[in-house]
């Protein structure tokens, strides 16, 4: 009953490492599509609008109840998921609502700025300058999310189990790592302190 969840950066290939994942270990693919969508449901559309306006070019600003409306639905809806088994969590904070929960695996998928930039041009057939504002844009509304929504910052190591770096992994090769550590985490025994380990 294996349960990830995944945080990316945009053009880290993180989305294909996803599917793979999700295709290998029969797990269901929950991205912000479906909890934004629930989240919109609550009364709290402006907040999920506010999200996915990368640029700022909306000017929509949520109010604190708002956010908190949407918090506790997202929230709701991961926590919903989870419990269900057999998911991959793309996004939302779900590493942060499900932290601390055994048999999570919590996974963070990155690369260098050059190579992403390199897969956004590519992709969506525009300039490596466009590219590169587009990743920026995406960057800082991540953050702002994480920070607005969580109060954490999106790119804290200790919020994750797993950090790969796409670098010199192929999809594939970063799907396997993930595959095996899934599986060995949903199958752990609760983990007791050692003496004298660092």
């Known amino acids: 009953m294996p349960i990830i969840t995944l945080s990316r950066e945009l053009g880290s290939r993180g989305d294909d490492v996803a599917v793979a994942v999700a295709e290998r270990l029969g797990l269901r693919l929950v991205g912000r599509e479906i909890i934004n969508r629930a989240a919109q449901s609550a009364g709290a559309g402006e907040v999920a609008l506010a999200d996915i306006d990368e640029l700022g070019l909306l000017g929509v600003k949520p109010s604190a109840a708002a956010i908190e409306r949407y918090r506790e639905k997202i929230t709701e809806v991961i926590e919903e998921q989870a419990a269900q088994g057999d998911v991959l ?16 695996l919590h996974v963070r998928i990155a690369a260098p700025l050059e190579q992403r930039i390199a897969t956004v041009s590519s992709r969506c057939n525009i300039s490596p300058e466009v590219a590169a504002a587009r990743i920026e844009a995406s960057d800082r509304a991540r953050a702002a999310f994480l920070r607005r929504t969580f109060g954490v910052r999106w790119d804290d190591p200790a919020l994750f189990d797993l950090v790969l770096n796409m670098a010199q992994l192929g999809v594939q090769t970063a799907a396997d790592i993930l595959c095996a550590g899934a599986l060995a985490v949903a199958n752990q025994a609760p983990v007791t302190p050692q003496e004298g380990c660092a």
């Not at 996004?91 to 999570?104: E, F, T």
């Open 89 to 104: 969590l793309v996004g939302r904070g779900g590493r942060v609502v499900l932290r601390g929960r055994r048999g999570v």
